[in-house]
């Protein structure tokens, strides 16, 4: 059983952040900082933020990535936008708002005080990457600019055309290469973890591996943070980088730490559809591209003409007949499980018949091609770049793909994970997203955990213990250390003949199958069938090349393959145990006629948490109520 | 001076160097072009020819202030310092950039950089021997490709030129010195940091014009000679020039 | 598609290196190229050799990860591209495709086609940021911004830090990387203060990894996946010059206690 104390400040929400801080957390003073030692995994914008914060506190911060350097995180890729409730458009704005809508959004399956302190700080974020020298799209008078963006009515979304994410991952960025040029941080790249080393009860360092030398090594520190992002790549397929991985995580979840609502993984409405069989990954096309393109499919199975020829009257705006308040516009999971609705009825489009079409004649005919161009730009080079296809010319063919993933790791309102000393920021803990993000607050829930949140709260830890209390010659080390290399050499002795690439690739098809856009009992129970079958033949037929004494990005990989493969079935289980429906959790037995999800909030108003209990063994469920004082529970609604 | 070792010490520094004496060496090819342009206009009334009047002019401008031959040899410092410091820069940089990039690609292929510029270096050795070449043939008169005589610009320019191998020659290398000009008058700006989006087509194609309107006023010469149309050697006393 | 790759195979950072050839017959049009490298790889791995090491992760053209010098170009034929959205409908059936690394003495050779540019990190760690903490911060439309200065500065900020300006400049130099960076931030008002110490500083760290220096030819920019321009070398070369010559030296004065 874990203990799980979230730790929520008590009283009106409004004030919840400044109060706890103020009352509730005790801080180290700056004499003490540089006493500490903070290890912070992973250097997108939350790790990189978080370690630039602290390290600029006076803080000893050691910050580890497995890229070359830590501006590759994948927080780069992020095009559209960030939320932020400064309400410069005065279309009603406010942090109330944006709370309700994130709430709302999250299909009331996220704390709400957490949710609250998110829209509380949405503004700060702004002012800090600004004076970062962040260059959002500027109005004439020389003001910020703000678009919309799905399952909102206001404008609040602010942007770099369409790499909003890569601007605010280089001031991150930036700022971190700061603290390590004043020697604050110290970086570790083409450094992966590979575990957590728990002692005497507390998270007390980690188990890392030199990519380039294959030296196994361990850091102790008086906390760790993980900011090693989401496991969309359990699907194989995802619009997530490469390298993302659940390693970090999931071996945090093996030594201890509760692993909360794993099943919750956003499917973006709008990717380019895969093209055949050696499709490595996925390339996601922004959704505010929806403010301007109208998402159609031919009303007729059989339709053969040109989309162009279609005549209106042919084509079925299935979003806008269907939602006609939001249209275009409703939540990711809505849209997405509309558009996997309609493929399923034949009426899909594309090579493979699973695509829709996303249609930009009316925004040309209405702003003029040149208007149209001038704020997509990049994203129609990059569709025309990877189709061939010309935007303006023939309408875009999109699909849903696994994008995000609101399940993480288990933390308390101070961002601390059940395991004493180890925190989880940004994608990688599931805080604030409940069973659905809306598009643009990824970026925003990961620099406000780690420009505002972690730095102070982490103080209520450290404060009360002393630095230094352990260090690398503890036996924990050592005993991790172990394990790590024998799983390792365990991998290069299998000797089979089939790569960690192709089971990866099957798990994918079999996560993608039965743990999907929608998933159902039987499917899930088959799911759980399948993997462990997959992980036993991949333990019998695995073949790795080389040896783990140089690079060797086979073997990277097939490490992560072992944690994706105990992984799925997590994620399998949760499903299963979720005999609901919420946001982007549909399942087929909790559904209204129109498809949309139904909610049992007697049942499952908590937070799933589970608890490792070895190897073999099921784990254990944990559940954290949820309270809703603030917002009461209702239906979520987008037709009306 | 600790401004001055600091920029000279970093390659900006060095190609601002490059760049300010560049701008020296193309403005006496502006003022050289004008000169030879003189050999077109003829002679006085005494029969000496405008040019060697000018050659003349150059020896004694600035009389009585200043010495004779004081401007002309001042000129000849300051062109002399240019040209060391523009080949030691360029030099300099040359070998760090070879540090730079020891290894070169089995498969090469440019997409930008023009042939002109990638040459920099060759047409650069061939102008600096073309320079030494060029005083030892028509300043000094040690090197001899026909009648010499000094002071007798025209006379010179006339025997020399009129082999053919001589005047394609010279025309070879003006192209070549073109080219290189071509390549660094742009280059300047760049590197001085005037070059801006706005300006740059307009800065590339006055740098290109500009090059091409000097050198054909320099292979004008050759070619005329050559091919004969210039009157022939003129024949005049020593005094009428220099008036003693 | 049928198409012959010679690829650069170096085992460690010491190895002396040699070309490699192979050959793939299952290359489909709509691949793109990394993907073709990875039936490469999935074919030399089920043969029992050592496949081919390549950075790459986000694979949608904005991580800079991916970095190879394919038929002679960074990032290959396709202008504005990088490797990862590079498809194989771009090359003929029956192609031969030379891969190589990335070439600069700064940026050795790890393994393959995998090359350390961690040279870059440390020229930012010079400079390339706007000194700051985190906290409260002015509203940012108190300090109003010309949107061409803010569209500028982004067209420079656009720069992934891939690397192929260096590995197309026939001298290896990093002055688009590092004067995109400068530029980025010497345009705003916020980035004033520290403009001219930056331009100096990071210069210095360049020049200190090892690059070479810029002669104009232009062909970074010709090779640079996101296409930035060098005006923004010709703003540097302002700036540090105008750091060298004319602007105070030592502004960074002592504190000194009452």
Redesign the interface.
């Known amino acids: 059983m874990l203990t799980l104390n979230s730790k929520i400040p008590s009283g009106p929400i409004e004030n919840a952040w400044t109060r706890h801080v103020n009352n509730n957390l005790r801080l180290v003073g700056p004499k003490n900082r540089p006493k500490y030692k903070i290890i912070v995994v992973g250097s997108g914008l939350a790790g990189a933020?978080a370690a630039?914060?602290m390290g600029?506190?006076g803080y000893k911060v050691e910050c580890f990535c497995f890229?070359?350097?830590?501006?590759?995180?994948?927080s780069?890729?992020a095009q559209g936008g960030i939320n932020a409730s400064k309400n410069?458009r005065n279309d009603g704005d406010s942090t109330w708002r944006l709370f309700y809508d994130t709430q709302k959004g999250g299909d009331y399956r996220a704390r709400e005080q957490n949710v609250y302190r998110l829209a509380e700080l949405s503004t700060?974020i702004?002012?800090?990457a600004?004076?970062?020298?962040v260059?959002?799209?500027?109005?004439?008078?020389?003001?910020?600019a703000n678009r919309s963006f799905g399952g909102v009515l206001v404008e609040r979304t602010f942007y770099?055309?369409g790499?909003t994410g890569?601007?605010l991952l280089?001031g991150a960025?930036?700022?971190l290469?700061?603290q390590?040029?004043a020697k604050t941080v110290k970086?570790h790249?083409r450094t992966e973890m590979l575990d957590l080393v728990v002692a005497d009860g507390k998270a007390r360092g980690i188990v890392v591996r030199n990519l380039?030398t294959g030296k196994i090594t361990s850091h102790a520190a008086d906390a760790v943070v993980l900011a090693t992002g989401g496991y969309g790549n359990v699907y194989y397929l995802s619009?997530n980088?490469?390298?993302c991985n659940v390693t970090a995580n999931f071996r945090a979840y093996r030594r201890g730490a509760g692993f909360a609502n794993p099943c919750f993984t956003q499917i973006h409405p709008t990717s380019i559809p895969a093209?055949?069989e050696?499709?490595?990954?996925l390339?996601?096309m922004s959704e505010s591209l929806r403010n301007d393109g109208r998402i159609w499919v031919p009303r007729n199975p059989e339709e053969k003409r040109a989309p162009a020829n279609i005549p209106e009257a042919d084509r079925y705006y299935y979003l806008e007949e269907r939602y006609p308040r939001f249209g275009n516009l409703v939540p990711r999971d809505v849209a997405a499980r509309n558009a996997k609705d309609v493929c399923d009825k034949g009426l899909g489009v594309g090579p493979t018949g699973y695509g829709v079409y996303l249609d930009f004649g009316a925004a040309i005919q209405d702003k003029g091609e040149e208007a149209v161009k001038a704020k997509y730009d990049n994203l129609f080079?990059?569709y025309e770049?990877?189709t061939?296809d010309d935007p303006t010319k023939t309408p875009m063919r999109i699909y849903p793909a696994v994008h995000y993933t609101m399940g993480g790791l288990w933390v308390d309102y101070n961002l601390m994970t059940n395991l004493p000393g180890l925190y989880s920021i940004g994608e990688s803990n599931f805080a604030d997203h409940g069973a659905n993000r809306l598009g643009a607050s990824s970026l925003m829930q990961c620099l406000a955990d780690g420009?505002?949140i972690l730095?102070v709260t982490i103080g209520d830890f450290l404060s009360q213990h002393p630095a230094g209390e352990v260090d690398t010659h503890h036996p924990a080390f050592q005993e991790v250390e172990k394990e790590v290399s024998g799983q390792i050499d365990r991998l290069l002795s299998v000797n089979g003949?089939?790569?960690s690439?192709?089971f990866h690739r099957e798990l994918g098809k079999i996560m993608w199958e039965h743990c999907g856009i929608s998933r159902n009992k039987e499917g899930l129970e088959e799911g759980l069938r399948k993997i462990p079958e997959l992980r036993e033949e991949f333990w019998k037929d695995l073949?790795?090349?080389?040896s783990s004494d140089?690079?060797n990005?086979?073997l990277e990989h097939a490490g992560r393959v072992v944690d994706f493969l105990d992984f799925g079935e997590l994620m399998c289980r949760d499903a299963l145990l979720r005999d609901e429906s919420c946001g982007c959790h549909l399942r087929e037995e909790h559904q209204t006629p129109e498809g949309e999800a139904k909610r049992d909030d007697e049942r499952f108003a908590h937070v799933a948490v589970f608890e490792y209990k070895g190897e073999g063994v099921a784990p254990e469920l944990n559940k954290e109520p949820l309270a809703f004082d603030a917002l009461p529970l209702a239906a979520r609604n987008y037709k009306t | 001076m600790n401004r001055i070792q600091s920029l000279y010490a970093s390659t900006i520094g060095k190609k601002f160097i490059a760049s300010i004496t560049g701008l020296i060496l193309f403005g006496f090819l502006l003022g050289h072009v004008a000169g030879n342009l003189k050999v077109f206009t003829g002679t006085t009334a005494d029969g000496v020819p405008h040019i060697d009047e000018y050659g003349q002019f150059l020896k004694v401008a600035g009389e009585p202030m200043i010495p004779e031959m004081f401007a002309l040899w001042s000129a000849r410092v300051v062109l002399l310092v240019a040209l060391i410091l523009h080949v030691l820069v360029v030099v300099q940089l040359a070998l760090l950039s070879a540090e730079a990039r020891p290894i070169n690609y089995v498969k090469s292929r440019k997409k930008a950089a023009t042939l002109p510029a990638l040459w920099m270096m060759f047409s650069g050795l061939l102008i600096l021997c073309f320079i030494i070449f060029h005083i030892l043939h028509f300043t000094t008169g040690t090197i001899r490709l026909g009648k010499f005589e000094h002071g007798y610009i025209y006379n010179n320019l006339t025997h020399s030129f009129s082999n053919p191998v001589v005047a394609v020659g010279y025309v070879f290398v003006m192209i070549v010195l073109g080219l290189h000009l071509n390549h660094g008058v742009w280059s300047m700006f760049q590197t001085l940091g005037l070059d801006n989006p706005d300006r740059n087509k307009s800065l590339r194609v006055f740098a290109t014009g500009l090059t091409i309107v000097i050198i054909l006023g320099f292979i004008v010469v050759p070619i005329s000679f050559m091919s004969g149309m210039m009157p022939g050697v003129v024949t005049y006393s020593h005094e009428l020039l220099t008036g003693h | 598609m049928k198409i012959k790759l010679h690829v650069w195979r170096q085992s460690t950072r010491t190895d002396k290196g040699r070309m490699e050839s192979y050959e793939l017959d299952n290359v489909v049009p709509d691949m793109s190229f990394l993907e073709m490298m990875d039936t490469l790889n999935e074919k030399l791995t089920i043969e029992g050799h050592d496949p081919v090491a390549f950075d790459h992760d986000c694979r949608e053209g904005v991580c800079g990860m991916c970095s190879m010098v394919i038929n002679g170009e960074a990032h290959g034929p396709k202008s504005e591209t990088t490797t990862c959205q590079l498809y194989m409908r771009h090359f003929k059936d029956g192609a031969e495709i030379y891969i190589e690394p990335w070439r600069a003495s700064a940026f050795p050779v790890v393994k393959d086609l995998v090359v350390d540019r961690s040279a870059f990190d440390r020229i930012i760690q010079a400079g390339g940021f706007i000194s700051n903490h985190s906290g409260p911060k002015p509203d940012p439309n108190s300090i109003p911004i010309e949107p061409e200065v803010a569209e500028t500065s982004l067209d420079a900020a656009t720069c992934i830090g891939c690397g192929a300006c260096v590995a197309a400049c026939p001298n290896g130099s990093a002055m688009l990387f590092t004067a995109a960076k400068a530029s980025h931030l010497g345009m705003l008002p916020q980035g004033q203060p520290e403009r001219f110490d930056r331009a100096q500083s990071m210069v210095k760290q360049m020049e200190s990894e090892g690059f070479g220096s810029c002669r104009n030819y232009a062909e970074c920019e010709a090779q640079c996946p996101k296409g930035i321009s060098i005006a923004f070398i010709g703003r540097l070369n302002s700036d540090f010059l105008r750091a060298s010559l004319l602007e105070p030296v030592d502004r960074r004065g002592e504190m000194k206690s009452q």
Request: one cysteine or more; aromatic letters at 8%.
């Open positions: 933020s630039a914060s600029a506190m890229q070359d350097s830590p501006r590759r995180a994948h780069i890729a410069y700060a702004i002012d800090q600004v004076a970062q020298g260059p959002f799209a500027r109005e004439y008078g020389g003001k910020l770099c055309r790499e890569q601007q280089l960025y930036s700022a290469e700061e390590i040029a970086m790249t380039e619009t980088a490469k390298g093209s055949g050696y499709q490595s990954k390339t996601l080079e990059m770049r990877i061939a420009y505002f730095p003949t089939r790569s690439e192709s073949k790795l090349p080389g140089h690079l990005q086979s």
